[in-house]
């Protein structure tokens, strides 16, 4: 990082990287930034200071899961929002209005989480989502059905690891797939680390309006959907369902995407363990767990508030702190787990941190999961003679995005 090249810290005006730059510089694509892993190395908990305020970074796997489980540690954006001196007052009230936080369930703490939480659990149970299955491989299938009539090679991310769970969520929640383009740019601006303030309100107010005219349509005619289900079977508000069902849209199909590349990218980056799991589909279910907590694409994450002085690991954070818990460096903990740093598909499953853990682990983690076994199965299983189509060191990497992963993977196939 010479002194001469802009970072995007130094891009303004904007929102500042959530961590300082050399937390999100690699020196492979698989493994966690070098400067994390020697922060981790250290301490499990670390004051590090970044913008010239305070930051707990967690890197600890025990330390992590504590933080998570203890809501002590605040996800509520009332808190976030108040801390951060570099929005205007306009800018603050804007976030914090009711058009813009109702429903937000993944920025509330009990018991206004609890509700909202129990209201969609009901829709995501591992019954639902193997009901789902059959659905999901056909999606697969028709992808890579048209990646062969395409040729022997094609860029995975748009020939498959982001259409495939875009349009599964899509299915799922009611939202034309047809539409796609009216919320993919929006939702891929919004996940940039750094996006300017006013495009980032930009953006927002434009998946919004998608999304309240899609609601009015389904209150008006409702269908046999997820969402059309919400509107008939509860009271929620209109700004209520919209804020929902944008987080749902954004967290289920980014970040399964960007698993489905990253992994096989790492998969074809180590070929015998590809081959074992080619070799013995049965070992799909611990692949996926395991690839999971190797890639850890939520690098910049979860983020709290401590609302007291609590005890984490020896460390006393402040009540008013922001605490950082890395999932990539928790996921690599030696104590937790043995050869950390090798993928390993046969691995006994563990409790990784890749989908959090606590209140807000991920709802939509058995969603995912059916989403990946099936993928790389499938894609092995179709896919003849699969390799990278260009040197691995040209493949562009996501560390400029919230979610981790890779811009782009040309990928080839032997001609059948
Ligand atoms: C929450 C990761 C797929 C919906 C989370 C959290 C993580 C995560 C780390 C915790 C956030 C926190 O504690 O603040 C992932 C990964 C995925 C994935 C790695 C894919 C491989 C999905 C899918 C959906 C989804 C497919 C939707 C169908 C959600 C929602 C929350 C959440 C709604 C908030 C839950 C709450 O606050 O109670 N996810 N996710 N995610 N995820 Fe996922």
């Known amino acids: 990082t ?7 810290e130094q891009a303004e005006p904007g929102f500042r990287l959530p961590l300082p730059e050399r937390f999100f510089a690699r020196s492979n694509p698989f493994d966690p930034p070098p400067a994390l892993v020697e922060e981790a190395g250290t301490t499990p908990v670390t004051e590090i200071v970044h913008g010239g305020k305070p930051i ?32 205007t007052e306009e800018q603050k009230a804007d976030f914090l209005s009711e058009e813009s936080s109702a429903g937000s369930f993944i920025s509330m703490d009990p018991p206004d989480h609890t509700r909202y939480r129990k209201l969609l659990t009901g829709q995501f149970t591992v019954r639902r989502m193997r009901v789902l299955e059959p659905r999901i491989a056909e999606i697969v299938d028709e992808h890579i059905d048209a990646m062969l009539a395409g040729g022997t090679s094609a860029d995975l991310v748009p020939a498959f690891a982001l259409p495939v769970p875009s349009l599964v969520i899509c299915e799922l929640l009611g939202v034309p797939y047809g539409r796609r383009a009216e919320f993919q740019e ?63 849209l954004i967290a289920g199909h980014e970040t399964t995407a960007n698993m489905l590349a990253l992994g096989t990218f790492a998969l074809l980056e180590h070929p015998a363990e590809l081959a074992r799991l080619r070799d013995d589909p049965s070992l799909a279910d611990r692949a996926v767990e395991e690839l999971l907590r190797h890639l850890s694409i939520v690098h910049a994450g979860p983020t709290r508030t401590a609302t007291e002085d609590i005890e984490v690991g020896g460390t006393v954070i402040p009540a008013g702190a922001t605490v950082m818990v890395s999932v990539p460096a928790a996921n690599r903990d030696g104590g937790q787990w043995p050869d950390p740093d090798a ?22 983690q058995q969603l995912a999961r059916v989403e990946m076994t099936i993928g790389f199965t499938k894609l092995l299983a179709r896919l003849p003679g699969l390799r990278l189509d260009t040197a691995a060191a040209d493949v562009p990497l996501r560390t ?3 979610i981790y992963g890779v811009h782009a993977l040309p990928v080839a196939w032997d001609a059948p």
């Open 2 to 8: 010479g002194a001469t090249t802009t970072t995007p």
């Open 56 to 87: 707990w970074l967690v890197t600890g796997h025990a330390e992590a899961r504590a933080v998570l489980s203890d809501t002590r540690f605040s996800s509520d954006l009332r808190r976030l929002i108040t801390r951060m001196d570099d929005l």
């Open 186 to 248: 929006s939702t891929a601006r919004l996940l940039r680390l750094n996006v300017p303030i006013d495009e980032l309100l930009r953006e927002r107010d434009r998946i919004q309006d998608f999304m309240r005219d899609l609601i009015t349509a389904k209150r008006a005619a409702p269908g046999d959907d997820l969402l059309s289900g919400l509107i008939t079977d509860s009271d929620l508000t209109d700004n209520e369902l919209v804020n929902i069902a944008n987080l749902l």
């Open 343 to 364: 993928l390993d598909l046969a691995r006994e499953r563990g409790p990784h941190l890749a989908f959090g853990h606590g209140v807000h682990q991920c709802l939509g």
């Open 400 to 402: 400029d995005m919230a």
